[in-house]
């Protein structure tokens, strides 16, 4: 990338380094709207908002951090998410560097002008909590009879609106019964600890355990919170040398829910926990846990600690079977159709969605999404090729990764009789140019390589080349029906296994 500019979608090159830097700053927006788009306010408050670009170096950008904990965090645990937003809208970017910026540098304030840490949960202090915003102390946030200090709950994860079937009734049996436990009886089971990969419906269930304590048991003291939100906790009674009042509240619980327990980090972080979990569940305090493993693989817990996790129940949720994923359609598609009568799925698009998307509730509501807006957009129902080309990027992660560039070469070339040393050959002739143009857009659709990458596998092109190929495809699709049609048809032709 070329450094006197920032490219990317939408972006015009400008020199001067003042214009450098607004223009940077203009782009780094639209990435924190993605990053609190797909990861939500709390995640990005907590982990995101004090992240600011600083430049672009080549096809690399730098950004910086408060803390070196901050840095190796983000490092470890969401690089390819935040590289893959920084690539979609600068563009052409692969490569991130995470550096601490020095103490007093301050944080510019967020894209809707509040200050950028300003949703990030403040720490416990032998004072109260304070408010983040605003310095003062808050008015109590009532959650099942106290102070909730945890993370928020979703209104929509209740376990009316949880769907059930062979992958998950056990866990979805477990969480009811620990839900509807009377105070003061032998507990069934404890802790209840919860494993699945990500989108299966272990958050759905911990927040539906949460509302219906409340509902059922007011008095009941229950906090809900990520393990993230836990450790910020942490870190800030540590920071103000005032650590008893935090270990004061999270023991007084009477219901302690923790979830993305696989992200708990740091050996004291980590005893600390064990200090609470010992102690709630020897004063036979519920505790239920979710995560992406079973105990058994957390690698970085301390193996007494995992031995604990494994000494209650332990339930796993698998993916949903095609009949579970039918009904979860449906249940979206009517819930949608209540809200919007003009949205109109046919149920053949129902059944491709429901036979392609083999992921979990998450993966077929975002799909089921994306063929509403297709439909809002185009203004009448969708066949079914168009509801395929509109997933195309969200089908089957696994055939982007089975598919090869040399695969989109061969095909390209055979379909416009063109050979593939032309295609990788400078030659400006138009039946070249056009074959190899849609070259690079099935390999940046169909693929997970970056621009630079499919730059370089089609003869050694710069980035920059690739990127306007691919806006160029997208261009004529969109006014070329007959141009739609065949690309459509190599997208298929390369699906086929």
Same mark, same amino acid.
């Given at each position: ?5 920032? @490219? ?15 223009e ?9 709207v993605?990053?609190?788009a797909?990861l ?17 170096a ?6 910086s ?9 983000? &490092? ?54 304070q ?33 059930t ?11 009811? &019964?620990?839900?509807d436990?009377?105070?003061?009886l ?15 419906g ?7 355990i ?9 008095? &009941?003291?229950?906090l ?27 023991q ?7 979830? *993305?327990?696989? %992200? ?8 600390? %926990? ?12 519920q505790?239920?846990?979710?995560a *992406? ?18 000494g ?31 949205i ?7 059944? %491709? ?31 079914v090729?168009?509801?395929?080309l ?24 055979r379909?416009?009789?063109?050979p ?5 050959s400078? &030659?400006?002739a ?8 849609? @070259? ?15 730059g ?9 080349t ?32």
């Amino acid at each position: 990338m070329n450094t006197s500019g920032v @490219g990317g979608t939408g972006n015009v090159g400008v020199t001067g380094k003042d214009e450098n830097k607004i223009e940077l700053r203009d782009v780094w927006d639209r990435v924190v709207v993605r990053l609190r788009a797909e990861l939500g306010e709390e995640l990005y408050a907590s982990w995101f908002a004090r992240m600011e670009p600083e430049e672009v170096a080549g096809t690399t950008l730098i950004v910086s951090l408060p803390t070196r904990f901050l840095q190796n965090w983000v &490092r470890t645990h969401y690089y390819e998410k935040v590289l893959k937003i920084v690539d979609h809208e600068f563009g052409g970017i692969d490569a991130l560097t995470m550096k601490v910026r020095p103490r007093g540098v301050p944080v510019r304030p967020a894209v809707n002008g509040n200050e950028a840490n300003t949703n990030a949960p403040a720490p416990f202090t032998a004072a109260g909590r304070q408010d983040a915003a605003t310095g003062a102390a808050p008015g109590p946030r009532s959650f099942g009879g106290a102070d909730e200090r945890g993370s928020s709950l979703d209104h929509n994860y209740t376990f009316e609106t949880f769907l059930t079937g062979p992958s998950n009734s056990l866990a979805h049996s477990a969480s009811r &019964r620990v839900a509807d436990a009377a105070p003061g009886l032998p507990l069934s089971f404890n802790p209840l600890y919860i494993h699945a990969n990500a989108g299966l419906g272990k958050t759905h269930l911990l927040h539906a355990i949460s509302w219906r304590i409340r509902q059922v048991h007011p008095a &009941r003291k229950v906090l809900y919170l990520t393990a993230e939100r836990f450790m910020y906790h942490f870190l800030g009674a540590l920071k103000a040398k005032d650590v008893l009042p935090f270990k004061d509240y999270f023991q007084s619980v009477d219901v302690l829910l923790i979830d *993305d327990f696989q %992200f708990l980090q740091g050996t004291s972080m980590q005893q600390e %926990f064990c200090h609470t979990f010992n102690s709630l569940v020897d004063m036979k305090r519920q505790v239920i846990i979710a995560a *992406d493993l079973p105990p058994a693989q957390l690698d970085s817990i301390d193996g007494r600690m995992r031995s604990r996790l494994a000494g209650g129940l332990v339930v796993d949720i698998q993916a949903p079977d095609l009949d579970l994923r039918r009904r979860i359609l449906r249940t979206r598609l009517d819930g949608a159709m209540l809200k919007d009568a003009a949205i109109t799925v046919s149920d053949e698009i129902l059944e %491709f969605i429901a036979n392609r998307i083999t992921g979990g509730g998450r993966e077929l509501e975002g799909a089921l999404n994306r063929i509403i807006a297709s439909q809002i957009h185009m203004r009448t129902p969708l066949t079914v090729d168009q509801a395929a080309l509109a997933l195309r990027d969200l089908v089957q992660t696994t055939d982007m990764q089975r598919i090869k560039i040399d695969d989109i070469l061969k095909v390209v070339g055979r379909h416009f009789n063109v050979p593939k040393a032309d295609l990788l050959s400078p &030659r400006r002739a138009r039946s070249i140019v056009r074959p190899r143009q849609i @070259g690079m857009y099935l390999a940046k659709t169909l693929t997970t390589r970056s621009l630079p990458e499919i730059g370089r596998r089609f003869g050694g092109r710069d980035h920059s080349t690739v990127l306007h190929a691919v806006r160029k495809i997208e261009e004529l699709m969109h006014a070329d029906e007959k141009m739609s049609r065949e690309v459509n048809m190599l997208i298929r032709l390369l699906e086929q296994p």
